[in-house]
Nanobody, 123 residues
Framework: QVQLVESGGGLVQAGASLRLSCAAS????????MGWFRQAPGREREFVAA???????TYSDSVKGRFTISRDNANTTVYLQMTSLKSEDTAVYYC?????????????????WGQGTQVTVSS
């Protein structure tokens, strides 16, 4: 069983940067594809970014060029570096994991989820 704990959320102004972390435990981190999803109030959860177990990355069009996902297998942590934040990036951000995944954009491809961290961007 894999446990995921997100951190790094907060309240920032538009244009600022923020780095989210997701610490994983209970599994062999290096075999897991890791994804970030987000859910804004009144909206469905949506894909943000993913990194496959081999290190290949995928991004949604809305964050491409502004967000960067990376993984640190030694520290069993995945990061989401967010820059040029916009008010529409306001959401609860969730980390997800699945073994031997290729970095799917689909929620149902992931087996484990964290509790989420709130990101609020004021305009």
């Amino acid at each position: 069983q894999v446990q995921l704990v997100e951190s790094g959320g907060g309240l920032v102004q538009a244009g600022a940067s923020l780095r989210l972390s997701c610490a994983a435990s209970g599994g062999t981190f290096s075999i897991y594809a890791m994804g970030w999803f987000r859910q804004a109030p009144g909206r469905e959860r949506e894909f943000v970014a993913a990194v496959s177990f081999r290190g290949l990355t995928t991004y949604s069009d809305s964050v491409k060029g502004r967000f960067t996902i990376s993984r640190d297998n030694a520290n069993t942590t995945v990061y989401l570096q967010m820059t040029s934040l916009k008010s529409e990036d306001t959401a609860v951000y969730y980390c997800a994991a699945t073994p031997y995944g290729m970095g799917s954009t689909l929620e149902n491809a992931y087996d484990y989820w964290g509790q989420g961290t709130q990101v609020t961007v004021s305009s």
